[in-house]
């Protein structure tokens, strides 16, 4: 069965600390694996997106890893600030369906100063 | 660019009631979305258009029906409102050709459906 598992569900952390975040998944076969921001009451937004040949990706602060043999990824923040504040979706696709994007149920990450 | 605009934002029903949920987008597109969030779940697919004059059903249709009405725009109707439609709604957009965004799919701002 295809699913996408994350943790933790939640995390509060201080103001300019790191964090990370996991993603596991059962997803086959795997196309790409995409990291989402969600503010509060906003829609997702992409900040990375990983295929299966790559196993890290940056975008500013944010870093994703991908091991697609034991079919993990991680979203590293690094100093974060109290922006940072937002529920993180992982998204894996397959190759093949119509239907092909399977959804994480979301970390909730709280920056408190 | 709005990219991907909702209407409404917020909309309280009575069960039995109907409604529409409007959806658009500016990017040229051709396949748009339509999503319901619910507290410790993932977004589930409700319907789906990958062209326009195309429509098909996700992993939870009943309950619901869409229409693409042009390329720009992509409505959700519920004919008889229940309280198990209680939920957000997200409508998304993407281009499939499109090797520079591979796919991503643009989200817009929701709707929050209170189904009483």
Known sequence: KNQVEQSPQSLIILEGKNCTLQCNYTVSPFSNLRWYKQDTGRGPVSLTIMTFSENTKSNGRYTATLDADTKQSSLHITASQLSDSASYICVVRTQTGANNLFFGTGTRLTVIP | ?116
């Open chain 2, 1 to 116: 660019n709005a990219g991907v605009t909702q209407t409404p934002k917020f909309q309280v029903l009575k069960t039995g009631q109907s409604m529409t949920l409007q959806c658009a987008q500016d990017m040229n597109h051709n396949s748009m979305y339509w999503y319901r969030q619910d507290p410790g779940m993932g977004l589930r697919l409700i319907y789906y258009s990958a062209s326009e004059g195309t429509t098909d059903k996700g992993e939870v249709p009943n309950g619901y029906n869409v229409s693409r009405l042009n390329k720009r725009e992509f409505s959700l109707r519920l004919e008889s409102a229940a309280p198990s439609q209680t939920s957000v709604y997200f409508c998304a957009s993407s281009n499939v050709r499109d090797r520079r965004t591979k796919n991503e799919q643009f989200f817009g701002p929701g709707t929050r459906l209170t189904v009483l």
